[in-house]
């Protein structure tokens, strides 16, 4: 079935160290997005991706690290360098820019920071 | 930058209760989402309504976007409708063609069906 994976589901991390945070679509959608969520919030974006080998930062990309590689694939580093990365974190895609902007989400990855 | 408000904030209802809830946005958007967060997390598409009114089951959707807002109606609510409903629309919309799938979230109303 298509869709957008993300792992892992939940993370424990220590202070101080790295995450990379996986997600994988096989929708053949252009464009995926990382958002953050905290409790009783709505979502924050943090990073897009337009096309591979590009993307933008979005609201909140302090301490936070993407890449596109390939299509299907958009992995974000929370950095050391985050002051508050315990947060619920959802990884979206949709088909591109001006065609249609409906974004589909995967399950998302609880990060606890220790 | 655009705004979205959603509300009410809460809703408590009972099994079968019938429901509107509204989202408000302070700039024409010319696309509009509603999501439901289930008790796990997880984001579920329920309507892509820039304009007009869309029917799905018991759930369905109208935006009037010269008026700035949006309604989602939920009929003979159920348990399984608990939850929190985010609307969202997108963020730059026009501006050097940005991407339509930055969407800025209302914070969302939280809705529990009691059986």
């Known amino acids: 079935d298509g869709g957008i994976t993300q792992s892992p589901k939940y993370l424990f991390r220590k202070e101080g160290q790295n995450v990379t945070l996986s997600c994988e679509q096989n929708?053949?959608?252009?464009?995926m997005y990382w958002y953050r969520q905290d409790p009783g919030q709505g979502l924050r974006l943090i990073y897009y991706?337009?096309?591979?080998?590009?993307?933008q930062k979005g609201d909140i990309a302090e301490g936070y690290s993407v890449s596109r590689e390939k299509k299907e694939s958009f992995p974000l580093t929370v950095t050391s360098a985050q002051k508050n990365p315990t947060a619920f974190y959802l990884c979206?895609?949709?088909?591109?820019?001006?065609?249609?902007?409906?974004?589909?989400f995967g399950e998302g990855s609880r990060l606890t920071v220790l | 930058g655009i705004q979205v408000e959603q509300s009410p904030p809460d809703l408590i209802l009972q099994e079968g209760a019938n429901s509107t809830l509204r989202c408000n946005f302070s700039?024409?958007?010319?696309?509009l989402q509603w999501f439901h967060q289930n008790p796990w997390g997880q984001l579920i598409n329920l309507f892509y309504i820039p304009s007009g009114t869309k029917q799905n089951g018991r759930l369905s959707a109208t935006t009037v976007a010269t008026e700035r807002y949006s309604l989602l109606y939920i009929s003979s609510s159920q348990t399984t409708d608990s939850g929190v409903y985010f609307c969202a629309v997108p963020i730059n919309w026009g501006l050097n063609g940005g991407s339509q799938g930055n969407l800025i979230f209302g914070k969302g109303t939280k809705l529990s069906v009691k059986p």
């Open positions: 979206a895609s949709s088909i591109g820019l001006a065609r249609t902007g409906e974004l589909f």
């Open positions: 991706s337009q096309i591979v080998n590009d993307f």
């Open positions: 929708l053949n959608h252009d464009a």
């Open positions: 700039d024409s958007v010319n696309n």
